[in-house]
């Protein structure tokens, strides 16, 4: 069993920024694939962020170079630093884990863990 929980969410206006956290625990091997998702309202789970066991990072095209992913020095925590943040960000971010050799790019039907989400809401 793997538990995923995050953290960090919160309301700010565009131009701004926030960061999210995420902690697993739980029987899952260190230096698995980790990333965040994102739903908006009326619109699928789209993937944002991934890195996998080698640290290879990826993003989706509509946050590169604003948001930055990374793992904790104890291998089982996950941060997404976002800035410059867009009303196109508001949704709910959800913490994804797996053993698989998954990324950003992979469907979210593909990753097997994730948390119960944070809402992120950025205004006009």
């Known amino acids: 069993q793997v538990e995923l929980v995050e953290s960090g969410g919160g309301s700010v206006q565009a131009g701004g920024s926030l960061r999210l956290s995420c902690v697993a625990s739980?029987?899952?091997?260190?230096?698995?694939?980790m990333g965040w998702f994102r739903e908006a309202p009326g619109k699928g789970r789209e993937g944002v962020a991934s890195i996998d066991a080698q640290s290879t990072i990826m993003y989706s095209d509509s946050v590169k170079g604003r948001f930055t992913i990374s793992k904790g020095s104890a291998k089982n925590s996950l941060y997404l630093e976002m800035n410059n943040l867009k009303p196109e960000d508001t949704g709910m971010y959800y913490c994804?884990?797996?053993?698989?050799?998954?990324?950003?790019?992979?469907?979210?039907?593909?990753?097997?863990?994730w948390g119960q989400g944070t809402q992120v809401t950025v205004s006009s």
């Open positions: 739980g029987n899952i091997p260190s230096n698995y694939p």
């Open positions: 994804v884990a797996d053993t698989a050799k998954l990324s950003v790019v992979s469907g979210p039907a593909k990753w097997t863990y």
